[in-house]
């Protein structure tokens, strides 16, 4: 099994609304990443759990909240978002990010959008 | 801080072979990504390059000099489904953690 799965494909929101992203790897991954991309732009790196840790937070604003329950699942929980945080929402997995071999390997995001 | 740079973007024949190049600026480098990606999809990894030299996989081949800090993803025998965005990622060590930088990617156009 090499796929990431997320869950939902879509979500349309209000701005008042709570809401949460998915992510699930069955790799034994033990690295989880969470990006998002704004049409025609690379995407931005926002967390990275290791070994089930947060281990970077890029400055995101906090009505973002990342959840690492176990090793194969990660969470975005979402809460009074604006309309310019609608992006593709993108999780990815790695075997290990302190590796110097690691490959990640992507889900196939979640089309958010705020309105 | 890196600096990465890509076509924005390219427009090619099916049947023929397309170069797409990338040159990056950085300290710590740790190895280079390609990842396609389709509109709307999430990037698919391409191939990885860490040492100097060409890497081949099927209709698909990396090249990387670290002197010149220039890699560039060959494509032979293009087929209309190759029109994507081509991803450049490159990877530093930062503190013990390898974690890539994306280009801001281009758009390959395949006409027949």
């Known amino acids: 099994d090499t796929e990431v799965t997320q869950t939902p494909k879509h979500l349309v929101m209000g701005m008042t609304n709570k809401k949460s992203l998915k992510c699930e790897q069955h790799?034994?991954?033990?690295?989880m990443y969470w990006y998002k991309q704004k049409a025609k732009k690379p995407p931005e790196l926002m967390f990275v759990y290791s070994y089930e840790k947060l281990s970077i937070n890029e400055s995101v604003p906090s009505r973002f909240s990342p959840e690492c329950p176990n090793s194969s699942l990660l969470n975005l929980h979402l809460h009074a978002l604006q309309p310019e945080d609608s992006a593709l929402y993108l999780c990815?997995?790695?075997?290990?990010?302190?590796?110097?071999?690691?490959?990640?390997?992507f889900g196939p995001g979640t089309r958010l959008t705020v309105l | 801080g890196q600096n990465i740079d890509q076509p924005t973007e390219m427009t090619a024949t099916e049947g023929a072979i397309v170069q797409i190049n990338c040159t990056y600026q950085?300290?710590?480098?740790?190895?280079l990504f390609w990842y396609q990606q389709h509109a709307g999809e999430a990037p698919t990894f391409l191939s990885y390059n860490v040492l100097d030299g060409l890497e081949e996989k099927g209709r698909f081949s990396s090249f990387l000099s670290r002197s010149k800090g220039y890699s560039y993803l060959l494509l032979k025998e293009l087929q209309m489904k190759d029109s994507a965005s081509y991803l450049c990622?490159?990877?530093?060590?930062?503190?013990?953690?390898?974690?890539?930088?994306f280009g801001r990617g281009t758009s390959l156009i395949v006409h027949p």
């Open positions: 990622a490159v990877r530093t060590d930062t503190g013990g953690s390898y974690i890539p930088t």
């Open positions: 950085t300290s710590g480098f740790n190895g």
């Open positions: 790799m034994g991954h033990r690295a």
């Open positions: 990815a997995s790695s075997q290990d990010q302190g590796a110097f071999t690691d490959t990640q390997y």
